[in-house]
């Protein structure tokens, strides 16, 4: 029974990392060169483990004081996490503004909690973000980015 479930879980996340690479990173990256900007959007850049290359991918994220908080839905498994984990220093834009900062994983953080504070003003916003963070998440764990 535990490889069923396995497998569905194996299954989920190689769905949804093909759904974010092809579908949702090309679309929130093509409306944000034509000037269509949600304020819940930031876009990371890290650095490839592997090609020592920027990497930049949009995710949804939130100040709270010097730091900004955002998900990796699928854990440390998730392209950007692995180039967190082998250099923790990044940057990131807020509001068309780059800036620094070093980012941790934050695996006693209350996911839930937070990726309901990702939303817009109202509970409708609120209930929107974390619902569409938890339909496309497989082991979800919070980031946060000590901003310099």
């Known amino acids: 029974m535990a490889t069923k479930s396995a497998d569905k879980a194996r299954r989920k996340f190689k769905f949804e990392r093909r759904?974010?690479?092809?579908?949702m990173n090309p679309l929130v990256t093509a409306l944000d060169r034509?000037?269509?900007r949600s304020?819940?959007?930031?876009?990371?850049?890290?650095i490839g483990r592997k090609s020592s290359e920027?990497?930049?991918?949009?995710?949804?994220?939130?100040?709270d004081g010097n730091d900004l908080w955002v998900i990796s839905q699928h854990g440390?498994?998730?392209?950007?996490a692995y180039n967190i984990a082998a250099n923790p220093n990044v940057r990131v834009r807020v509001n068309n503004e780059w800036r620094t900062g070093t980012a941790t994983f934050e695996p006693d953080d209350d996911?839930?909690?937070r990726a309901r504070s990702f939303g817009g003003g109202g509970r409708f916003g609120q209930s929107?973000?974390?619902?569409?963070?938890?339909?496309?998440?497989?082991?979800?764990?919070?980031?946060?980015?000590a901003l310099d």
């Open 76 to 80: 440390r498994r998730a392209g950007w």
């Open 34 to 36: 034509l000037g269509v």
């Open 19 to 23: 759904m974010g690479r092809i579908v």
């Open 111 to 113: 996911v839930r909690a």
């Open 54 to 63: 920027p990497r930049r991918v949009p995710l949804a994220g939130r100040i």
């Open 128 to 145: 929107a973000t974390a619902f569409t963070m938890r339909a496309m998440e497989s082991d979800p764990i919070s980031v946060r980015i």
């Open 39 to 46: 304020s819940l959007v930031v876009e990371l850049e890290t």
